[in-house]
């Protein structure tokens, strides 16, 4: 069995695969899982999940943006989750900067996305939301998105000179 908070490494099918649409909030299953991502989220000390990473095939991430020791400089916000989420609207201005990600621990890389974003998408509690996320939240939105279609931070890197290990990552941003 599973350690309750086991991330899927690079490597793994399911960060391959498109994960499924969430078809009943309201299951114990859907409602446990988001628990346990917002638990894990934490445990990691990540910024955000999305539930393939926790090895399940939903449309589910969690946005959860506080200062930590692997992201010092994050802005700190209430845990947001977003269950089938669509992107609406993309700022046509993009810019390269740091990202990680749990499922490739030890590296970094410079990633080029959208400063600004629309989405829309379902709350826990049943309820259509369209918001847009501007800069890191954008990142960090976009970053767990793609792990919805089957995509991974490294994927979007325009030039390996942009990867580096994560202990010269935390000497660059010092």
Known sequence: MKDECSIAKLGEAILRKKAKKVKNINSK??????????????????VGLAA??????Y???????????RYPNAPLMKDEVLINPEIIKKSKKKV??????????G???????HTKIEVKYTTMEGKTKNVIFEDFIARIFQHEYDHLI??????????NIDIVSQEQYFKLIS
């Open 52 to 57: 393939p990473q926790i090895f399940e095939s």
């Open 96 to 105: 390269k900067d740091w990202e990680g990600c749990l499922s490739i621990p």
């Open 59 to 69: 449309q589910i991430l969690v946005i959860s943006s506080h200062p930590n020791e």
């Open 150 to 159: 089957g995509k991974v931070y490294l994927d979007r890197v325009k030039d």
């Open 107 to 113: 590296i970094r890389a410079k990633v080029p996305r």
């Open 29 to 46: 299953k859907i409602q446990n899982l988001i628990k346990k991502m917002i638990t894990c989220v934490k445990e990691n000390k990540g």
